[in-house]
């Protein structure tokens, strides 16, 4: 395994520093991040850059394979990581020009949070919708150590549940999303028997979602076993494209999402699915996505996070699609 050294130089003209993970250096500039390694380069938007890097940290790095564009991104092993460039893009693989390489997670998620830090700058929210949040262009100015170090809510049982992850309200920083002022904010009423009142729960999923800060972050808001309900408020562009490891099922809750799904290894469009409010759609093992949501809508993500899952799919235990029609 390489070793993840992480040199990290002085500020350059921009007043931005500059990383280092192994054989890849990163640097930005006013507009773009700067990608170097053995034998290539690459270059992308800082926004986009930005938004990728903010997931692939606030989720450890996902299930699977995290493209952050159509070159660079991290494949996932749970305890270690790979890092590539042109690893799944079939230009770079039929030229035999990909890099990879892999490393600690824990190593790669210090160099990468302290990038993100360093390169977010005031008023930029790489979770926020474009039109809630301000511009990360420009020399360095401030930071937003705030927003880029938000914990990604994790419910041990149960949003809500006494000793759980919290419910949001106006009072504790989460008011309505201006996109969802219809949704009705009444709660449940729950009369469980005396000794039940941590086991029997309920709440208003939907106004729960409604106060939702960020966009494309799903969140762990119910669990069983392996069983993950995350439903995640969505606006705009997913900013990666994901690749899968596993089946992903999801339920449109509200509005619609454009899905654009490509075969996971090269790239190849597979299929566009248009999901609208009630549609369900599982997401095979073998594909990667991205979805383009017009306005902010409602998604329920569940996950298996069986352990077992993606080494059955990568040796054809079991198939890539969950159902036949
Ligand atoms: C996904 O890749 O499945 C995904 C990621 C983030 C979201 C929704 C879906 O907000
Ligand atoms: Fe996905």
């Known amino acids: 395994m390489a070793d993840a050294k ?15 993970l192994g054989g890849f250096t990163f640097r930005r500039d006013e507009y773009f991040a700067h990608f170097e390694w053995p034998g290539g380069s690459h270059v992308m938007p800082v926004d986009k850059f930005l938004k990728a890097l903010m ?35 079939a230009g770079y693989r039929k030229q035999n020009k990909q890099y990879v390489e892999t490393f600690k997670s824990d190593d790669t998620i210090e160099v990468f949070a302290a990038m993100l830090d360093d390169w977010t700058i005031e008023g930029f929210d790489p979770f926020a919708a474009p039109e809630e949040t301000g511009t990360p262009f420009g020399p360095k100015r401030g930071n ?18 006494q000793g759980d992850s919290g419910l949001r309200s106006d009072h504790n920083g989460y008011p309505v999303n201006r996109q969802f002022t219809d949704v009705e904010q009444d709660e449940p009423e729950v009369h469980a028997e005396p000794g039940f009142e941590n086991e029997v729960h309920a709440f208003n999923f939907f106004g729960y979602l409604s106060r939702s800060d960020v966009t494309w972050n799903p969140s762990v808001t119910a669990v069983v076993k392996d069983s993950l309900l995350c439903p995640t408020t ?92």
């Not at 992480?6 to 280092?20: P, V």
């Not at 692939?56 to 790095?61: G, I």
């Not at 880029?148 to 419910?155: G, L, S």
């Not at 994901?242 to 490509?262: A, T, Y």
């Open 6 to 20: 992480k040199i990290e130089n002085a500020k350059n003209e921009f007043g931005y520093r500059s990383f280092k």
């Open 144 to 161: 937003n150590s705030r927003a880029v170090k938000r914990a990604r809510v994790v419910a041990k049982r149960m949003v809500g549940l």
């Open 234 to 325: 969505e606006e705009f562009v997913l900013p990666i494209i994901h690749g899968n490891d596993r089946v992903e099922w999801f339920i449109q809750l509200s509005d619609e999402i454009h899905w654009d799904v490509q075969d996971r290894e090269t790239g190849a469009p597979r299929a566009r699915v248009l999901m609208k409010a009630g549609d369900v759609a599982a997401m095979p093992a073998d594909i990667r996505h991205q979805g383009f949501s017009p306005k902010r809508s409602m998604l329920l993500v569940w996950e298996n996070a069986d352990p077992a899952l993606p080494d059955l799919y990568a040796k054809k235990k079991l198939k890539p699609n969950p159902v036949d029609f």
């Open 55 to 89: 997931r692939d940290v606030a989720w450890n790095f996902f299930y699977g394979i995290v493209n952050f564009d159509e070159v660079f991104g991290t494949l996932n092993h749970y305890g270690t990581v790979e890092v590539y460039a042109g690893l799944y893009n």
